[in-house]
């Protein structure tokens, strides 16, 4: 049979690639995001009493309203925005449906989407599967004089057409471990202003920041909010990435275009995984002890890398951190995560992946992403491993 693929360029996901390669070589999975422990028996337990209590049949297509009320309650207490539990918020299949939907609803054919690079491999073949032409601005990497990657809100501006209908962004940043600063927010505000683009802001990792700093939601600011959708994910927020729940928060206008495609994508999402959140979130402790618990592993592997010849760089968000191995290889990156793998018994993400080019120069500077989301055990035999390295 003769099939003309819509998306000739994709094959399997780096993540699925790399966990792959760690079990044929029974290698410590870093790599792929996500946790090695169980969330909370207390949310494990308020899922299974929800099944008990005979909440198994669908729930709500747009959520089940007990946990759509209580994302607005911490949404409001986060970010002081009042989203309207009716209209204005869907809970999803994970994040990757809020996105797919977001792009599915709002790209037409032709339609420009602007995408930081390095980005998450999700947004790429989600526009073009949409019919529309995915334009990538990239990050500045980090110099001497400004050690961070940061987004160049001159070249993103630049790059608006009028064929330029949304701008993905991605804060606390995949893989770059940076946050937003008010400059960035005050940049965007001033770019929309000038421009009616949507902007669909993945905030995954909104709950995972170090050091005191704080994420700064898009709806933070009004100006931004109104033309935002913001995409969540309890996967990462209570260590249940299988779970596959996620949400989203739009104004009324764009949550109802979400919804027609979530409506006949998934429907709904899985109701005792909804309402054990909801019983479970009702303490705001759920969500405000995540940045003490995360940075306590950043800062273990952090330290443990520092007696190896990687070199770590500063991690401000999300559960990665990036090592540098200038010091050990001249080999890519990909090569890199695989002889790492193969011959070490560590599995890490080669930062490339998250570029248009993987194999190209730009997308090179042999830097690996680590996951931190495990067991302090796993983290020290995987830096046992990498002492040998
Ligand atoms: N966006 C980013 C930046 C991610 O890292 C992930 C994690 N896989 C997702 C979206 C997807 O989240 P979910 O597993 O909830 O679909
Ligand atoms: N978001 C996860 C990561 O960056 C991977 C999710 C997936 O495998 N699709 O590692």
Redesign the pocket.
Known sequence: MQITSKLPSVGT?I??TMSQLALEYKAINLG??FPDFNPDPALIEAVHQAMLDGINQYPAMAGYPALRAAIASKTLARYGRRYNVDTEITVTSGATEALMASFQAFVHAGDEVIVIEPF?DLYIPAIELAGGIPVTVPMAAPSESVPYYRVDWERVEKAITNKTRMLVINFPH?PTCTLLQPQDLDALEQIVEKHPLIILSDEVYEHLTFDQKEHLSLATRPRLAERAVIVSSFGKTFHATGWKVGYCCAPAILSTEIRKVHQYTVFTVPSPLQAGLAAYMQDPATWERLPAFYQEKRDHLHQGLQNTRFTPMPSEGTFFLLASYENISELSELDFAKHLNQNYGVGA?PVSAFYLEPNSAQANHRLLRF?FAKQHNTLDQAIERLKKV
């Open positions: 996901t993540f699925t792929q995001g998450y995949n993400i996951c």
